[in-house]
């Protein structure tokens, strides 16, 4: 592959860390604008060799596709560059990994394609992950990672981002995730970088909260203070808590959650006011930071939900006097025409700045999607070109919908985007004149995310909104305290060797490849997982019966304690149970997840759960196996497939799992379709007859002469060929 080298002109900062990452595996912390793209370049010209490949991870498509764009400008021929996404065929991606030589792609798709045995990371000589910050909990950068330092022994890595967090801690997982060895880090104030940095000047807009806005506000909090008093009453917040966070609440509502599957009902009647304290907190929120349209569609949803849920926490706050008189006191507002006063001076900001530059490209980032039609409907009547731009989700923009947004507004045929979070990361344009923030955040990496789409070419303008004497005012003292920790923390970091983590094949059940399951597309992805870490050749498709195929006997439903009461609820149980009973010898369900919340569960009466359960050994004579986590059900489905796989020397039967795409699968599936004809049999038919057809014309003496065929299942095969079809 030709690189153009002469096109590539790197700076002494990124030569600097270039070096360093060619010979240690290492994090790149570099402000947004200062070229860590073009490190990542020179790396991969560096490791590409005749019979190896360079893979480029991102966390969004339109950032993959931005990379892709960037690559092309220094390699040739174009058409060993390719994309990977989940909207390419798993057929077609397998051919574009083949046939290429840098790939990029999302580390999702990546992580579907090692475990279903599309791709192997021995081909490749470099990963770069981008948003490195993302490697930690779950995230598929971490898989992906530790399947490439198993499989490939001097592998190379390069992780970027702009804010790899303000905990120590989380810097560390980090590090210890992507096998860091070295952290390379500048500031926008070193001097290596100075030159090539523009000025951001940071502004704080505040704005006084009108009467009518208070007067809600004031409403609603002395609903919220009515129930936390409650949860310190009932002993589950300390007297000492004075400001709770989300955050916090949720961790009280998870806590109390498990002590009510552990079957302590005392903690029911907390579960239900921290319920209604996380409502009520969001509703203040929208009052005092986004605007009373935005709290007006809060009331107006929970109300409808409220006529026909039974949730004791909705019903709750639709009849305290507080909150009823807080939706009141909302909709008078809206009808005299009161709002936030933070869209009125985002609307002045705006004005001024298309007033002073016609052709400003400006960024809007709100907290929440709702308050969006709002922002749009106050900035319509400003001569300026804008949209929205929002992620995937429900009712989102799709993938072309976003790149076609973010290509007018890189042209210039937009001005202002009004954007969620979706936007801190991967927007790549050349230069942003003014980022607002309606709502501060008090997150370091999201401050850094958003102000870094400004300051790149030109100097920028951020401007933050807060409203006083509210939550925004405590979160712009949270961003800035956690900014300077963060820097303090990887000035301290950076330098220093980092201790990669050992990476121990020990832990592994097997590495046994010849084991095979089939898994049925929809099921759970961290079971999938932890069987391909056992080193279990995992095949995904979809299945008619069951989750997990282990041979052409066993036949496995996996189902979470909740699902296996949703599912009695819906009555899919004991279809499920019909359908594997039909399909297989030896049916198998296993139950997943701590027994006694099965009995908590949407508040199923016992009885009818032990009858379920019952009924399902007894009378569908289906053994039931429980296990405590994703991981331990992989080991009970790793340990099954090598009982029957290699103890029996059973075969797993194709004709259950996805359907085959290669030649003799396919005539093993279609051999298998033959009455009482598993996969040994059909195998043994083949060796036998060389070909399908001269099975087909065999007579019943002839199928005899096969070995596991007898008189019986001769006459049986014959018989099926040779009757006539009756509709």
């Known amino acids: 592959m030709q690189f153009n080298k002469d096109k590539l002109d790197l700076r002494l900062y990124q030569q600097t860390i270039l070096n360093s990452a060619i010979n240690q595996n290492t994090l790149v912390v570099l402000p947004t604008g200062l070229g860590k793209t073009h490190i990542a370049i020179a ?17 969004t498509k339109p950032l993959v596709l931005q990379h892709m764009q960037t690559f092309s400008e220094f390699f040739e021929p174009a058409g060993k560059l390719a994309l990977l996404t989940g909207e390419v065929s798993p057929n077609e991606r397998k051919i574009l990994w083949n046939n290429s030589k840098i790939i990029f792609s999302t580390p999702q798709t990546i992580r579907n394609d090692i475990i279903y045995g599309q791709i192997k990371l021995d081909e490749v000589s470099l990963i770069v992950f981008d948003e490195a910050h993302r490697a930690i909990g779950d995230y598929a950068y971490v898989f992906i990672a530790e399947n490439y330092a198993k499989t490939v022994p001097n592998n190379k890595i390069l992780a970027l981002t702009a804010s790899p967090g303000s905990e120590e801690y989380k810097i560390d997982d980090v590090c210890k995730n992507l096998f860091i060895d070295k952290i390379e880090y500048k500031s926008r104030d070193d001097s290596e970088v100075k030159d090539y940095v523009k000025e951001i000047e940071i502004h704080y807009k505040s704005v006084d909260l009108p009467d009518e806005i208070i007067a809600i506000k004031s409403r609603l909090e002395r609903a919220l203070q ?25 961790h009280l509502q998870l806590a109390l959650r498990n002590q ?5 009902f005392a903690v ?3 579960i239900s006011v921290c319920a209604s304290v996380i409502k009520l907190k969001h509703m203040v929120g929208l009052a005092e930071s986004e ?11 929970l109300w409808e939900i409220s006529k026909t849920t039974k949730t004791k926490a909705v019903k709750e706050l639709v009849e305290d006097f507080n909150v009823t008189a807080a939706y009141t006191l909302t909709r008078n507002a809206l009808e005299n025409n009161i709002e936030h006063p933070k869209l009125n001076l985002l609307k002045t900001i705006i004005e001024e700045q298309i007033n002073f530059k016609p052709t400003s490209k400006i960024l809007v980032f709100t907290e929440y999607r709702s308050n969006i039609p709002k922002i749009l409907d106050t900035l319509n009547p400003i001569k300026m070109d804008l949209h929205y731009f929002i992620g995937q989700g429900k009712k989102g923009m799709n993938q072309k919908t976003q790149a076609d947004v973010i290509e007018k507004f890189r042209e210039g045929y937009l001005n202002c985007l009004v954007c969620t979070s979706v936007a801190e990361e991967g927007l790549d344009i050349p230069q942003v004149d003014l980022i607002i923030f309606y709502t501060p955040v008090p997150s370091a990496i999201k401050n850094i995310q958003r102000r870094g789409r400004t300051g790149r070419q030109e100097s920028g303008k951020t401007i933050i909104l807060v409203a006083k004497n509210t939550s925004d005012q405590r979160y712009v003292y949270i961003s800035q305290r956690k900014e300077k920790k963060m820097k303090t923390i990887i000035e301290n970091m950076s330098g220093t060797k980092q201790t990669s983590p050992e990476f121990n094949l020990n832990q592994y059940i097997t590495n046994d490849s010849s084991l095979l399951v089939f898994a049925d597309s929809r099921e759970h992805g961290a079971v999938i997982d932890y069987l391909f870490k056992n080193g279990i050749n995992v095949k995904v498709g979809q299945l008619k019966a069951g989750d997990f195929i282990i041979s052409e006997d066993i036949g496995i439903e996996r189902k979470t304690t909740d699902d296996f009461v949703n599912s009695l609820i819906d009555k899919r149980l004991f279809e499920q149970a019909q359908k594997l009973k039909q399909a297989f010898i030896k049916p198998l369900y296993i139950i997943e997840g701590n027994f006694e919340n099965i009995f908590s569960a949407r508040n199923v009466d016992s009885k009818a759960i032990l009858g379920a359960l019952t009924s399902l050994i007894l009378d569908w004579q289906v053994p039931i196996l429980f296990s405590r986590n994703p991981e331990e059900t992989a080991e009970i489905i790793a340990n099954l497939a090598k009982r029957e796989q290699i103890d029996k020397k059973k075969l797993v039967s194709v004709r259950s799992g996805q ?5 003799t699968e396919q005539q093993q599936y279609f051999i298998e379709g033959l009455p009482n004809i598993g996969p040994s049999a059909a195998r043994n038919l083949l060796k036998h007859f060389t070909t399908p057809k001269n099975i ?18 001769a006459e049986q095969i014959r018989k099926l060929l040779d009757e006539e079809f009756r509709d």
Do not use: C, M
């Not at 349209?293 to 009331?299: I, V």
């Open 291 to 301: 605007s009373l349209t935005a709290l007006n569609a809060y009331f107006e949803n």
């Open 696 to 713: 087909i014309n065999a007579s019943t003496e002839e199928l005899k002469e096969v070995n596991g065929i007898g008189k019986i299942l």
């Open 268 to 270: 029911a009647r907390g």
């Open 659 to 663: 359907k085959p795409k290669i030649l």
């Open 226 to 250: 009515f129930r936390i008093d409650k949860l310190r009453k009932y002993g589950f917040l300390s007297d000492k808590s004075t400001i709770i966070t989300k955050k916090a609440l949720l």
């Open 43 to 59: 790396l991969s010209a560096a490791r590409l060799k005749e019979n190896s490949k360079v893979l480029i991870l991102a966390p």
């Open 260 to 264: 009510y599957r552990k079957r302590n």
